[in-house]
């Protein structure tokens, strides 16, 4: 494990608060539905995007290089939750 525990921690809770307020992220994607295929994928992307971001500025922030293998473990904590994030649009659609 390269990210820190104190980061992993930071990134699990933004992935948590971002699960709770996933209709918001579906009425944005709501927005794109014209030129895209999928709402839940939209707003997926969205998600991802915004944490991704929060990822790489905390490690700015702690003047800390962002290594292949940080990126690696990111990917596997998005993939682990892939489908928390997804269930969250069903259930907003419910």
Same mark, same amino acid.
């Given at each position: ?26 009425? +944005? ?48 904590? +998005? ?16």
């Amino acid at each position: 494990m390269t990210i820190s525990d104190s980061n992993r921690k930071f990134l699990d809770d933004l992935l948590e608060y971002y699960i709770n307020e996933s209709s918001s992220y579906m009425q +944005i994607a709501e927005e794109y539905s014209i030129i895209t295929n999928s709402k839940t994928d939209t707003a997926f992307g969205i998600i991802v995007g915004i944490i991704y971001s929060s990822f790489l500025q905390i490690y700015s922030n702690q003047g800390i290089s962002v290594e292949l293998d940080d990126i690696n473990e990111f990917h596997e904590l +998005i993939k682990d939750n892939a489908n928390k994030i997804k269930e969250s649009f069903k259930q907003e659609n419910a």
